[in-house]
């Protein structure tokens, strides 16, 4: 089972990024797929998520209307765009498979936001 994050990277206050998450060694359309971020002295939060059948979503409050989570089942992956980046948004992003008592993670990728 692997989960490999990419897109992180270092951008100005009010840009954007996406991140992808590529998944492997499992039925990924099954799992329920989560992105969650954890910065520096704080714990890992969820960001936002998307359910594996319906396909719903739901957003922390603090990225409503920034960000996106969008799911590909033909690829396998992830994906979360986001918009009008804050410095607070700084942090590692991990990104997450769940389906009953299976829970993966990916090594995370590098968000900073900073002029």
């Known amino acids: 089972v692997q989960l490999v994050e990419s897109g992180g990277g270092l951008v100005q206050p009010g840009g954007s990024l996406r991140l992808s998450c590529a998944a492997s060694?499992?039925?990924?359309?099954?799992?329920?797929m989560r992105w969650y971020h954890q910065a520096p002295g704080k714990e890992r939060e969820l960001v936002a998520g998307i359910a594996s059948a319906s396909g719903s979503t739901n957003y922390a409050d603090f990225v409503k209307g920034r960000f996106t989570i969008s799911r590909d089942n033909a690829k396998n992956t992830v994906y979360l765009q986001m918009n009008n980046l804050k410095p607070e948004d700084t942090a590692v992003y991990y990104c997450n498979a769940k389906y009953h008592f299976l829970d993966y993670w990916g090594q995370g990728t590098q968000v900073t936001v900073s002029a």
């Open positions: 060694g499992f039925t990924f359309s099954r799992y329920d």
